[in-house]
């Protein structure tokens, strides 16, 4: 199912979003971890959270996700996108990642940068949307695509 796009926003995100971002964090990648044989480090994930540009995802009424991007040299790069299981498979990811391509566009980036574990479904997402995989490491694909500036 498709959502509708009317009832999606963001919001950006404060220190108070900290414990749900880190919480759904944890939450959808503690597959991925234990898969590669990493271990969830909160702390690191609290350190960075004020280095990044944070938005949440609502849904109508319901927070639903949050996103992550710092803005480098001349790419914008995608730090996290999460969303609540529920809301996995409805539209919101490719509605989430639209609007990451037109902040890009805005700050004049000339691509756009994300790792993602090699197992995430998400993969096909991002391919589907014109990432090409540009490096790996044992357990991330390193992804990148231009903007697009129509």
């Excluded at 790419?75 to 990642?97: F, K």
């Excluded at 044992?138 to 231009?146: K, Q, S």
């Amino acid at each position: 199912m498709i959502v509708k796009k009317v009832n999606l926003r963001l919001s950006l995100a404060s220190i108070d979003d900290l414990p749900f971002a880190r919480e759904l964090t944890r939450v959808n990648m503690r597959a991925y971890y234990a898969q590669y044989g990493l271990i969830w480090q909160p702390a690191a994930f609290d350190a960075e959270w004020p280095s990044r540009e944070s938005y949440l995802i609502h849904r109508e009424s319901c927070l639903i996700g949050f996103l992550g991007i710092t803005v480098e040299k001349n790419y914008l790069y995608v730090r996290d996108i999460q969303l609540v299981e529920a809301y996995r498979g409805e539209g919101v990811g490719a509605w989430a990642m639209t609007r990451i391509a037109h902040m890009a566009a805005e700050r004049r980036c000339e691509r756009i940068r994300l790792k993602v574990f090699k197992s995430n479904p998400a993969t096909a997402l991002y391919r589907r949307l014109g990432y090409a995989s540009v490096g790996e490491e044992t357990a991330l694909l390193w992804m990148e695509r231009l903007v697009d500036e129509r």
